[in-house]
Every structure is written in C-alpha cells, then in structure tokens.
C-alpha cells in the first residue's frame, strides 16, 4: 500500500525558514517523480513543485521560484520542501504527491499545515 | 495561467444524475483530470485524462469533454458522495486547478 507522510509544518514568522519532509513507503521511491501541492484555508488546490525520480530536474510555480527547494533522498525515501522568506500568502496545507507523466496527482499524503503569521 | 471555471455549489437528492462542469480558458486537449476531496482529507483521484477511471472508483462515476468543455457525472449519486469536486489540467503550464464545486445531498 503506498504510504505518504508529511511533517514538518507548524507556525512560523513572515520571512522565516521551514522544512517539510514526506516519507514514502510501499513503492519503489526512486523510480518516480514527486511534488507538491498546497491548499490555502478553504481555497482551492495550487501546484507548487515538482522533482524528477533522480533529483536532477526541479519545477517551480513563479510564486516561489527562489524561495522554495524541493530535494529528495532516494535512500531514505524522502521527499523535501525547504521554504526561506516565508509571506502570509503561503499559508496552507502542504500535499505531498505523486505525480504521473500525463500530468495528474495519482497518491496524496494527509497534507501538513503550514501558518505563516505574526 | 489556464483558468478552470467550475460551478461554486450544487444540490440533488440521493439516486439522482448530477454532472459536474470544468471550463477552461484554452484548450487543454483531453488532459483533465478530476479529484474528490471530503472535509479534512486529501483529495482523491477519480477521473484521468477526460475519461478514464481510476483504479478502485466506483463505475456510478464518468468523465467526458475534450478542448475547453468537461463534465463529471456521477449517476446515480449516493450520501458518500458529499464532498467538494477539484477539475486539473496538466496540458499547459502551469499545471492549474479549478477553485471546486461542492455536492451537498439534499
């Protein structure tokens, strides 16, 4: 069965740093890309990164390009997202996916909260 | 972006046909995708590429449109199925989602 689990979230000052993690478990990590998705408090979803199954290729929505990572340690099974200069409008929940060549979000984790606020 | 315009809210009565729609500002060929998410759960994948049912949905569920124009069915609906509807297309960059349209059961 896969398994996502996400962690890492909580609150955090606007222009701090945070570090969410995914493990993965019940299929061979290494041989798939993963991403996120995240969901703004009673709003609908966003794509946010994508990860190719190597770690050698990265895409980011424009809202985070150069504030956001998204790694991988295909040894652990673990997927990453660092987050620097946090805003208020990055407030959500923070998916953890698997996302499929054609482009759709197959497996989800159970999401993690991430607050940004004062 | 490619916007997705999904109706905010329906209503209908256990064992009724109700279709949902997806509009998208360009055409997105048939890579729309459709997702079921339940209060306080993930959301789940039902419907890849336009019209193909993913693995362990119940058949009650359907998709069809090509272009710009989807709809998800689901006939006959059942109480299990109050939830609210996500449309995604993963034909342009970047990859967007419709803001859901919620199905409560009257």
């Known amino acids: 069965e896969v398994q996502l689990v996400e962690s890492g979230g909580g609150l955090v000052q606007p222009g701090r740093s945070m570090k969410l993690s995914c493990a993965a478990s019940g299929f061979t990590f290494s041989n798939y890309g993963m991403a996120w998705v995240r969901q703004a408090p009673t709003k609908g979803l966003e794509w946010v990164a994508t990860?190719?199954?190597?770690?050698?290729?990265?895409y980011y929505r424009d809202s985070v390009k150069g504030r956001f990572t998204i790694s991988r340690d295909n040894a652990k099974s673990t997927l990453y997202l660092q987050m620097n200069s946090l805003r208020s409008e990055d407030t959500a929940t923070y998916y953890c996916?698997?996302?499929?060549?054609?482009?759709?979000?197959?497996?989800w984790g159970q999401g993690v909260m991430v607050t940004v606020s004062s | 972006d490619t916007v997705l315009t999904q109706s905010p809210a329906l209503a209908v009565s256990p064992g009724e046909r109700v279709s949902i729609s997806c509009r998208a500002s360009e055409g997105v060929n048939s890579y729309m995708h459709w997702y079921q998410q339940k209060p306080g759960q993930q959301p789940k994948l039902l419907i890849y590429k336009a019209s193909n049912l993913a693995s362990g949905v119940p058949a009650r569920f359907s998709g069809s449109g090509s272009g710009t124009d989807f709809t998800l069915t689901i006939d006959p609906v059942e109480a299990d199925d109050t939830a609210t509807y996500f449309c995604?297309?993963?034909?342009?960059?970047?990859?967007?989602f419709g803001a859901g349209t919620k199905l409560e059961l009257k």
């Open positions: 995604q297309q993963s034909w342009n960059d970047p990859y967007t």
């Open positions: 996916t698997t996302p499929i060549p054609t482009g759709y979000f197959d497996y």
């Open positions: 990860i190719s199954y190597d770690g050698s290729s990265t």
